[in-house]
């Protein structure tokens, strides 16, 4: 498609608006960032509540209870895993990856981020990661995604993983939400297209997400529909779910932004 000067300076004006309300709402952020976690430094407590193994093309669905910590870690090979999650207590509430994304001002989930709900309250914090290379914006794949590897078989897709999850967890169809994928280097260029960037995937990375509400969560470990290899394959993913430590006063997710405070806020009432 040809940008035309027209076009192109709509863009740059629509971007100087984006960059100057973004820096409005990050201007009184306490703290930059912390760095990523490094691979094997946080190690798991004693006795985790549950570890399940997700093979390669399949799901997981759990009940986590506020408190505790989701780990999602690759065992063997390069994986993208992902996830929908709904209020335990009120299905209706779910995850919205829309606005954990302009609520925070950023696509770029990592450590120190958190996972916002469609009622402005958080659902999850990021409180480890060894990658930061997470998808928010395109979702997970489709049987007309995975049209792309040829061959007249089946081959299992998120979306599809995600219909048979809420049907186990007593949903449909109809309460999935748009996911977010972790473990999915997705970007987007100067013109705004997707690309997926050049980002090693290592057996050992992980990411810890602090349940910050009893929810019902699906995993699924499907290849993303952007990934460029060409042969359907994904690793294993363990799924470990273990008690969290209490949140310290000046926990860093729940004071590094005003919006994510805000969404404490509205949690707490």
Partial sequence: MTITPETRARMDEYRRRYEDLKAAGQGDAPRVMPPLTERGSVLLPAGPLKRDVIPPGWYETAK????????????????????VAWNAAETSERLNY???????????????????SDMGRVMFSIVEDTSGMHDALVGGSTAASNRRYGGSGY????????????????????????????FAPVRTDEDGRFVWKDSPRLAGDFVDLRAEMDMLVA????????????????????????????????????????????GFDNLAR
């Fill in 64 to 83: 986590l209870l506020a408190g505790e910590t989701l780990r999602i870690a690759l065992m063997d090979a390069p994986a993208a895993v992902s996830l």
């Fill in 219 to 262: 995993l699924s470990n499907c290849p993303h529909p952007l990934d460029p290899n060409p042969a359907y394959e994904a690793g294993h993913v363990e799924m470990i779910r273990f008690p969290a430590s209490p949140p310290a006063f000046d926990d860093f997710c729940r004071t590094a932004t005003r919006e994510a405070a805000r």
């Fill in 98 to 116: 829309a606005d954990t994304v302009k609520v925070q001002w950023t696509s770029a989930l990592s450590k120190g981020r958190v996972i916002f």
């Fill in 155 to 182: 081959l299992r897709n998120t979306r599809d993983n995600f219909i048979l999850a809420a049907g186990k967890l007593g949903l449909d169809r109809r309460d999935i939400p748009p996911c977010l994928t972790f």
